[in-house]
């Protein structure tokens, strides 16, 4: 028998179909491949037990004929994801010992529609960093090291233990969430596909709350298509999520392999920056050739409020995430540390439960939130985000249909190369990801070459609202040219 | 603008967060490279843009006004870190 998980979604699909191998031996295949790849701690939690019953009830409903889209599939869920009776900690100290009683809606979609859960996947504490190295459980380690050396990189985050797994061949598919770029810059920097979807096209209903008018779930996959498999499944409106938009779910597996002939892409050049590495500018410059090539038509354009996206978030974010994690007091669930009055009770809790990243962020959203400040900083900062958004909605009316940019303004780096120094380095991972989340635009990453230390590089294409569609058949062209990507394996 | 280190124990305790006097000048610069940082906004002429209050244009849906969920002690007093009978916990708030 074939290595079980060498095999994408659509593959192991075929064969669950033409019975090679039972949907149990496909969840044991991967289960295996965890216990063995424990080094790189990517799962914070493995669910052995649930995933062998859950992939038996999936064979028991195929051999019956009621096979579902997602009929035994495993994924890896992001530890952002509330999983009933399975322990959901946001990778926070404060959540520790949290059992949820309740299930996420995007993970709901899955299970309804056949999925296996595998385990859930480590991420940067309260998804607030771009390394994974915030993690309360220590940090992710690539499956990926540069040529010649045995230095351990970081894989991106948050999203960085969901990335890890998909690209070391440990889950087909797993879910993510995507504040600032947490999915898009550590599929950039592991070689897989991530997709952020618009926002409202995944409910976020029950997904531990992070900076609530950016957050938005998306898929991560070894190829394009099974992407789009995978946010088929997870999309659709909820009545339990007030933003989530009630249109109805294209078929997105179709879109893959859509001609992409005559489509505009623009090319903004505000995402060329000084000091921009002549590898990301070159791989670029290959991603315009690859879609010229399949007949699109590449526009020059000008987003020019770009520069001012990432401070005007680094506002927002944490005003919101100040806002949200305002809940974690030690009363109601999650750890509580002793304190005589209320009060202390409630500031031991937090200094005791909060690492170093949540409470500068927590401090600068309260900051900015504060009397006399609110004005000058937060207020100011959604009318930069509206003078962002603009950008996008100009170049759209004027028949742009999507826009190509690199991913990341570098490839991955090592473990704790930039987490000890000033946080604003760390920020500026997001430089070429954020604006999207401003906008609430879709955005999809694909694997588009290796650098000169064998390092994957992604290119990201930002698609109209709701048009998911367009970034699928766009990428599964990228996809198609550049080929796909995969670590030696050495852990 | 930058703040000091008065005003970094006033805005740990509105975050409700327990700072030692240790840590107060590290968090001082922190929170200072961040704010020297987002500065830059000043330099955005927002003259008549208004702040963004959804990011996709929708109408805050209705439904009918009643009882969906709820009645369930056992499922919220699951997680508690300190319960007694079908209550909660806390330090006494009130003299």
Redesign the interface.
């Known amino acids: 028998m074939t290595d079980l998980t060498a095999l994408t979604i659509t593959a192991a699909q075929d064969g669950l179909r033409r019975k090679e191998f039972t949907a149990v031996e496909l969840a044991d295949a991967h289960l295996t491949a965890m216990e063995r790849a424990r080094g790189l701690n990517a799962f914070v939690l493995e669910t052995p037990e649930r995933a062998r019953e859950m992939a038996k009830a999936s064979d028991a409903r195929r051999a019956a004929g009621n096979a579902r889209p997602l009929e035994g599939i495993p994924v890896a869920v992001k530890d952002m994801f509330c999983t009933q009776g399975v322990r959901t900690t946001a990778c926070s100290r404060i959540l520790e010992p949290f059992v949820p009683t309740y299930e996420s809606t995007v993970t709901s979609n899955l299970w309804r529609d056949g999925a296996v859960l595998l385990g859930k996947t480590n991420n940067d504490e309260f998804a607030m960093g771009s390394s994974n190295e915030t993690s309360c459980f220590g940090p992710v380690i690539s499956p990926w090291r540069r040529k010649g050396a045995n230095t351990h990189l970081v894989p991106g985050g948050s999203s960085g233990g969901s990335a890890a797994a998909v690209a070391a061949f440990l889950a087909p598919g797993a879910t993510g969430t995507d504040t600032g770029g947490s999915i898009r810059q550590p599929a950039a920097f592991t070689g897989v596909v991530g997709l952020k979807p618009t926002y409202g096209r995944c409910s976020r209903w029950g997904i531990v709350a992070f900076a609530s008018s950016l957050d938005q779930a998306g898929p991560f996959a070894r190829s394009v298509a099974d992407a789009a498999l995978l946010l088929r499944s997870m999309a659709g409106h909820d009545l339990k999520d007030t933003t989530s938009a009630d249109r109805p779910v294209p078929d997105y597996p179709a879109a893959v392999g859509r001609s992409v002939n005559r489509m505009r892409i623009g090319i903004p050049k505000e995402y060329r920056f000084d000091g921009m590495p002549a590898e990301i500018e070159a791989l670029w410059e290959k991603g315009r050739a690859w879609l010229t090539e399949a007949g699109a038509e590449m526009i020059d354009v000008s987003l020019p409020h770009t520069k001012y996206a990432l401070p005007a978030y680094y506002i927002v974010n944490p005003a919101e995430a100040s806002s949200n994690l305002a809940r974690y007091d030690g009363v109601r669930y999650g750890l509580r540390a002793p304190g005589g009055e209320v009060i202390d009770m409630y500031e031991h809790t937090r200094a005791e439960g909060f690492g170093k990243e949540v409470v500068r962020r927590v401090m600068i959203g309260t900051y900015v939130l504060s009397a006399g400040y609110q004005d000058a900083y937060y207020v100011h900062a959604q009318r930069v985000r509206t003078l962002v958004k603009k950008d996008f909605e100009n170049c759209f009316a004027a028949g742009i249909d999507a826009m190509l940019t690199p991913a990341t303004p570098s490839a991955a780096f090592g473990v704790g190369e930039k987490s000890s120094g000033d946080p604003v380095e760390m920020y500026r991972n997001d430089l070429f990801t954020v604006t999207v989340n401003m906008a609430g635009l879709p955005g999809i990453v694909v694997p588009a070459g290796l650098d000169g230390q064998g390092l994957p590089l992604g290119l990201q294409v930002i698609g109209r609202p709701f048009d998911e569609e367009t970034l699928f058949s766009l990428g599964a062209v990228i996809e198609k040219a550049a080929g796909t990507f995969a670590p030696e394996r050495w852990w | ?1 930058s ?1 000091d280190a008065k ?2 124990r006033d ?9 030692n006097d240790d840590e107060i000048e590290h ?1 001082q610069g ?2 200072n ?3 020297a ?6 330099e ?1 002429d ?1 003259t008549g ?8 244009p ?1 109408a ?2 209705q ?1 009918p006004d009643v009882v969906t969920d709820g009645g369930d002690p056992v ?2 007093l ?5 319960r007694e009978g079908d209550y ?1 916990v ?4 009130v003299e």
């Open positions: 603008m703040v005003t970094v805005i740990a305790h509105l975050a409700r967060i327990a700072v968090l922190e929170l490279a961040i704010l940082f987002v500065e830059q906004l000043a955005v927002v843009v208004e702040p963004m209050t959804s990011v996709t929708m805050m849906k439904r499922a919220i699951q997680n508690a870190p300190a909660f806390v330090p006494k708030v």
